[in-house]
């Protein structure tokens, strides 16, 4: 009883901290609706305990998570089809590339199939009045995160298209959260697949989670957009709204076809993507694994304290750039554009500071191995050897906030590693990592790390949404440019939140 008691107040005082983060980063803290957060972080907890404690609820989302695996299995026959025995894990292995992308191909058909007969239409729908009676948020904004459940950042407005240039602040705040709070359809299936590893019944239980993490954070994308900006308009779409959807099929199959050729582009975006990101972390832990067994002495602590402080100044001076690059008189039609593109200055602003700041850390580690190597005094005390590396360095950094949410200390780091690759690189990247370190965690820290890397929310995310959310409303453009950080940030938290929840939960 006493363990429970603390497993609660543990929870509420994470989803406190994570708030009062929010609130750290608001423009108008005096505006907050309190009652509107609380709504919100009430309706999270309601459906966690109906999908993880109340039995009705629990059998419902055990059976779509089994529906998912079905499905899962129907994408098997027509990926044997085309490469056969390939597919066969005892004999050849989980091989990604025949195992999971090929879900994201099958998942996009049937999307586009769910769409264009209208049953996804009408399930947003169903979500979308709901929330807004509870929460009393505007039509518009609890449409385009409703949709964001199953669809992704770019596709998700394109619901609320009319609406999208007369929004407030805070409701554009909102659209943004919400397409980087959750994960497509298609990703999610090819999640399932990852985490499950083809064990049927545990694809099965991380289907029901992933499910009910996508559901969560979509009334924590409204308490987080409603305290980092809140609302101080009066916005057009009190009310429920109707969803607009272009259909650009002609019928069922035209739709499957369309969705299936969509599937094909993300699949190989995917596998180009990780192909390089994996092969850049390895470039980058190459030097690291060196200064990891250098021996720390002498003229060598003062000299990469400096690196680190030269190149976190050299960050915020490409901030500045980046910031009157932005605000310059724009380009006549004509006219030479500038040298230096003001988004040059921004990759290099974080490509900077990530580095600058992670030599800091380097500096502050070897200070305190003085005398030894940084591997020896990172493996002091550990069963397992400890090598430096990107993921090391990101996951001490980060530790704080995976015991936060809920993470045992043990497995902080590992799981800190994680969320750190999500935020920086994207989430596919951190649950292939997830996937290959599932041994090493407790089931409890797999669930947590399911849920708190279920979201879009990292840096390329914001050139996304300024491309895709601005391509629907050019006036738009610079607010969404504004709003950037905040929405990773929003994104994040609301990740957490629903770990955190859903975590207390898990050990009740």
Same mark, same amino acid.
């Given at each position: 009883m006493l363990a429970a008691l603390g497993h609660i107040l543990f929870g509420f005082f994470g989803l406190f901290v994570l708030v009062l983060i929010a609130f750290a980063f608001s423009n108008n803290r005096r505006s907050v609706d309190w009652r509107l957060v609380l709504t919100g972080i009430s309706l999270q907890i309601l459906f966690a305990a109906f999908v993880l404690k109340v039995p009705f609820g629990e059998a419902i989302f055990d059976w779509l998570g089994q529906r998912f695996v079905d499905l899962l299995e129907f994408n098997k026959v027509g990926s044997e089809f085309i490469f056969g025995k390939l597919l066969d894990v005892s004999a050849f292995g989980f091989i990604f590339a025949f195992q999971v992308l090929p879900t994201i191909i099958f998942f996009a058909a049937l999307m586009g199939v769910l769409y264009h007969v209208g049953?996804?239409?009408q399930v947003v729908k169903?979500?979308?009045? %709901?929330i807004t009676k509870v929460m009393n948020v505007s039509g518009a904004e609890t449409t385009s995160v409703c949709a964001s459940v199953f %669809?992704?950042?770019?596709?998700?407005?394109?619901?609320?298209?009319?609406?999208l240039e007369k929004m407030t602040e805070s409701e554009l705040m909102t659209v943004m959260i919400g397409g980087m709070a959750h994960i497509a359809g298609g990703v999610l299936a090819a999640y399932v697949g990852l985490l499950g590893q083809g064990d049927p019944v545990q694809m099965a239980i991380y289907a029901k989670h992933l499910l009910a993490a996508s559901i969560m954070a979509a009334p924590a994308t409204l308490v987080l957009a409603k305290i980092l900006i809140p609302e101080t308009q009066e916005p057009l779409t009190r009310g429920s709204v109707r969803i607009e959807v272009e259909r650009h099929s002609a019928n069922v199959i035209d739709a499957a076809a369309t969705g299936a050729g969509e599937g094909l582009k993300l699949a190989l975006n995917v596998g180009a993507m990780l192909l390089a990101f994996i092969a850049l972390i390895a470039l980058l832990n190459a030097p690291l694994k060196s200064l990891g067994t250098v021996l720390w002495t002498g003229w060598r602590l003062p000299a990469l304290g400096i690196v680190g402080v030269l190149l976190v100044a050299g960050a915020f001076h490409s901030s500045k750039r980046a910031r009157g690059a932005m605000t310059s008189t724009p380009v006549a039609t004509g006219e030479t554009p500038p040298a230096v593109p003001a988004s040059a200055y921004s990759s290099l602003f974080w490509l900077l500071l990530v580095v600058g700041v992670g030599t800091l850390l380097l500096a502050v580690a070897a200070l305190a191995a003085n005398g030894a190597t940084i591997n020896d005094w990172l493996s002091a005390g550990k069963s397992v050897p400890v090598t430096l590396s990107l993921q090391t360095i990101l996951g001490y950094a980060l530790s704080p906030i995976a015991w936060?949410?809920?993470?045992?200390?043990?497995d902080a780091v590992l799981v800190g590693g994680f969320i750190g690759q999500k935020v920086v690189l994207n989430e596919f990247v951190a649950y292939v990592d997830l996937s290959k370190n599932m041994h090493l965690l407790q089931e409890h820290s797999r669930v947590v790390a399911a849920y708190a890397l279920c979201g879009f929310a990292n840096f390329s995310s914001i050139a996304i949404q300024i491309g895709g959310i601005g391509g629907l409303a050019p006036g738009r453009r610079a607010d969404l440019a504004r709003f950037g950080l905040r929405a990773v940030l929003g994104g994040s938290l609301a990740t957490f939140m629903t770990a955190t929840i859903a975590g207390v939960l898990n050990l009740l």
């Open positions: 049953v996804m239409q169903g979500m979308s009045w %709901i %669809i992704g950042q770019t596709e998700a407005p394109l619901t609320v298209k009319p609406y936060l949410i809920g993470v045992p200390w043990q």
